[in-house]
DNA sequence: TGAATTTGTCAACAGTCGTTGATATTCGGA
DNA sequence: TCCGAATATCAACGACTGTTGACAAATTCA
């Protein structure tokens, strides 16, 4: 009766949880190829059956881990003179916070060697980085700047949280807005040479 | 008489470079783990076999597919006012122009999920980048201006050679050097806030 | 020519992978 | 309490992996 759910409080949705985070915590560290659902099983302490039977294969199993909220409306920038900092600012705020910044790991990690993971890193920048950008300056212009600014964010991301790049590391994130914020800014408002 | 090596014309060295192009091809395309042994035989139109022969295991094989020279001196810049783009056109000639830049995309698609090709790239860019960016600037600040050129290139590297971004791909030569020019020369020097 | 060395072919090994079905265990409701 | 349904276990499948050794063909040198 204390059941948040209307029809199942399912005893053992919990395994499904288990099964779930077991599977972020090694996409995270290995990628897509690297964890096996026999390692996925053994972390959540249940027969790799387990898994196939929640969710249905791998495929669906990665799709689900790798899947995020990621709400856009956040970045609302009133000022075109602080868009490189807002979107810096909302860049760590979503890669350095817990919930959203596994599953994009999980993207990036597996991007570079399953289809289906760059993809949906070029969808997110597509539809997340570009319409920021799009906002300010020629929107006939939008899709190179946005171009330059997922090379920088992503190049980024990857240094400091995949090859894990000992001087990228090691700058806080008050370093990054400082020194990143004013090059996202030329970047997508198109300050500079054409 | 005609042989240049002094003891081996060895009539099957071409099998093993032939082997050692169809690795390349595959590394490139799907990475280190995607690329299996006998795929890379049956593109060299070869037996399995072989590779283990002429390479002793497919570590072996990927360490020297992905081995490529990067001469370093190339960069040397004489004049601080031009070092960002010094190094972007550097950066171009050695991604855009043939032999090196598939090792380099072999290093970067399987750094992901692979440790060895990540440490690899850690030197590269340890060894390669940071020493041009040393020579500017305060030398105890050289890490962290040298991270962020790092950022900035394997950003660019990952949008265009990895992800294929369209807007990234898209991209001249030239609106690089003029777009991201500017950018590595203020990380690089340091110019800015600190 | 014949002998020796290189070069290539074939089948199989032990292991891992994702996935499946039959079977056992546990649990909620009558 | 007992029964049916949900939940978990086990063994095995076919396919794939890197790697190995025994054997055949080709080439080289005398």
């Keep these: 009766m204390s059941t948040n759910q209307p029809k199942k409080p399912s005893k053992s949705e919990r395994t499904k949880a288990q099964i779930l985070e077991a599977a972020r915590e090694l996409f995270v560290q290995h990628g897509y190829d690297g964890a096996s659902i026999r390692d996925i099983a053994a972390r959540a302490s249940i027969d790799p059956a387990m898994v196939i039977r929640y969710f249905h294969s791998k495929d669906e199993l990665f799709a689900r881990a790798a899947l995020f909220?990621?709400?856009?409306?956040?970045?609302?920038?009133?000022d075109q003179a602080s868009i490189g900092d807002a979107i810096i600012r909302r860049f760590l705020?979503?890669?350095?916070?817990?919930?959203?910044?596994?599953g994009m790991v999980i993207l990036l990690r597996s991007a570079a060697s399953n289809e289906f993971a760059a993809e949906k890193v070029r969808d997110v920048f597509a539809n997340q980085v570009r319409p920021v950008v799009a906002a300010f300056g020629d929107p006939a212009d939008a899709g190179r700047r946005a171009g330059l600014?997922?090379?920088?964010?992503?190049?980024?991301?990857?240094?400091?949280?995949?090859l894990r790049l000992p001087p990228v590391v090691a700058l806080s994130q008050d370093e990054i807005i400082k020194n990143v914020g004013p090059v996202l800014q030329r970047y997508a408002t198109g300050a500079g040479e054409i």
């Design 69 to 78: 909220d990621l709400r856009l409306p956040e970045t609302q920038v009133t």
């Design 93 to 102: 705020r979503i890669w350095e916070g817990s919930p959203t910044a596994t």
């Design 149 to 162: 600014v997922a090379s920088q964010l992503l190049g980024l991301a990857t240094c400091r949280y995949l």
